[in-house]
C-alpha cells in the first residue's frame, strides 16, 4: 500500500513505533510537561506571538473549526467566509448551525480568488474573516497576504483553518496578524488522526472566547484554556496521538522546519514536472505545496482511481460531488520518497495510455 492522500498519509517509523506502545497514565507531571512542550513548539512553528492560547482537542480537524465558530462568535456577529469546495463549505453550515449570520464568497471550480471578489463585500460591517487557506478538495491556495490586508482594513478578525497546509507552506501568524489558525493531527504532521489544534493571539482569545457562557462542554476552547494553563485537558484526550504529536514536532524542530518546507515543496515541483508528460491538466490557480490536483477532461478520473488502487495498492485521493469525474488529488505529505512519484507516474501512463 502506497498513500498517495492527504489523510491519513504514510506515517515516519517513529510514529509508527510510538503508536505501537502501551499508553501511559496522563494526569501526571510528566505528561503535563510533554502538553506544555507542545504547546510551546507550535506557537514557534506558526510564528505565534509568545503570549498566545495553544489548545489541543480529541476530535478531528472539523472539531476544532466547530469549537471557533460555536465558541467565539454568535448571533450578534457576521462571518464573512470564502467557500471555494468542501472545506468553505464546512464553515458555513457551521454558522447556519450555530445561527451566526454569515455571507459566503463562492468560488466555482476552477475559479481563482481576487481581491475584486473580496471587495464586493468591503461596505458591511463583518467580525471575521473565515478561510481554509488551502482549500483542501481542489487544492487551491489562498493568498494569505491578500486577505490579511483585506480582514485588517476593514476591521475583520482573521481565521485560518491551516489543516491541510501548515507544514507543507510557510505560514506565519505575527506577520499576516491571524487571529486564530486551526490544525489536526492527520495531515502534515502524518499522525493518526484524531486531535486537532487551534493557536489564538491572547486578544482574540480574551475578547471573543474567554468570559462568554460555555455553549458546549466537550469542545469548550475556555475550558481547554484554562486546563492547558497546567498542561491538562479537560477530558481523556488521545493520549497516544499527543505522543505522535510531541514527538513530531520536536523532530520538526531539530530538522529545522525551513527544511521540512523544502522537501514537501520539492516533493510537489518533482511530481508536476512528470505530470506535463502525460495527458492530464494541472488548474492554473495558485496551489499548495500539500497537494497537486489532477484535471481529467475526459471524465477518467474515477476509472484511473480504482485502477491504480485496485491494480497497484496504490491511493491517491478522490473527490466527491461534481467533481469526482473530472478532479483526484496527488498528496505530497508525509513518508515519500521523490521514487515514489516515479512509481506513480509509471502507472499513471500505464492506465491512460
Ligand atoms: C482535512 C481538513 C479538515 C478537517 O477534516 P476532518 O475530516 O475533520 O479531519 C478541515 N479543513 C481542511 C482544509 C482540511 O483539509
Do not use: W
Not at 105 to 117: A, D, S, V, Y
Not at 251 to 265: D, G, H, P
Request: proline letters at 5%; charged letters at 20%; a negative charge.
Amino acid at each position: 500500500m502506497k498513500l498517495f492522500t492527504v489523510g491519513p498519509v504514510e506515517m515516519y517509523p517513529n510514529t509508527l513505533d510510538i503508536a505501537g506502545r502501551q499508553l501511559p497514565y496522563f494526569r501526571t507531571e510528566e505528561f503535563s510537561k510533554i502538553m506544555l512542550d507542545i504547546q510551546n513548539d507550535l506557537k514557534a512553528l506558526m510564528h505565534a506571538h509568545s503570549d498566545s492560547k495553544a489548545v489541543v482537542l480529541t476530535g478531528s480537524g472539523s472539531a476544532a473549526m466547530e469549537a471557533v465558530v460555536c465558541d467565539a462568535f454568535d448571533e450578534h456577529d457576521c462571518l464573512l467566509i470564502v467557500n471555494g469546495g468542501t472545506f468553505g463549505a464546512r464553515f458555513v453550515r457551521l454558522a447556519q448551525i450555530h445561527h451566526i449570520p454569515y455571507d459566503e464568497i463562492i468560488l466555482p471550480f476552477p475559479e481563482e480568488l481576487t481581491m475584486q471578489q473580496l471587495e464586493v463585500y468591503k461596505d458591511k460591517q463583518y467580525t471575521a474573516l473565515l478561510v481554509n487557506i488551502h482549500e483542501t478538495s481542489t487544492g487551491q491556495f489562498y493568498d494569505i497576504e491578500m486577505l490579511s490586508k483585506y480582514a485588517h482594513k476593514h476591521h475583520m478578525r482573521l481565521i485560518i483553518d491551516a489543516i491541510s497546509s501548515f507544514l507543507a507552506d510557510p505560514y506565519d501568524m505575527e506577520k499576516y496578524d491571524i487571529d486564530c489558525t486551526i490544525i489536526s493531527s492527520q495531515k502534515a504532521l502524518a499522525l493518526s488522526p484524531g486531535i486537532s489544534m487551534i493557536v489564538m493571539k491572547e486578544d482574540f482569545y480574551k475578547n471573543y472566547i474567554e468570559n462568554k457562557p460555555i455553549k458546549n462542554l466537550y469542545l469548550s476552547i475556555q475550558e481547554h484554556v484554562e486546563n492547558m494553563e497546567r498542561g491538562q485537558t479537560p477530558n481523556t484526550p488521545a493520549v497516544g496521538i499527543i505522543l505522535e504529536l510531541h514527538d513530531r514536532l520536536r523532530q520538526i524542530q531539530n530538522e529545522k522546519i525551513m527544511n521540512t518546507l523544502t522537501a514537501t515543496r520539492e516533493k510537489a515541483m518533482y511530481f508536476r514536472k512528470l505530470v506535463q508528460k502525460l495527458p492530464i491538466k494541472i488548474p492554473t490557480y495558485p496551489l499548495s505545496n500539500a497537494l497537486t490536483p489532477l484535471f481529467f477532461p475526459n471524465n477518467e478520473a474515477q476509472k484511473v482511481y480504482h485502477y491504480l488502487k485496485d491494480t497497484y495498492g496504490i491511493y491517491v485521493t478522490p473527490n466527491g460531488g461534481t467533481l469526482s469525474d473530472i478532479l483526484l488529488r496527488v498528496g505530497h505529505l508525509g513518508n515519500l520518497q521523490l521514487q515514489d512519484y516515479d512509481e506513480l507516474i509509471l502507472r499513471l501512463q500505464e492506465v491512460l495510455s
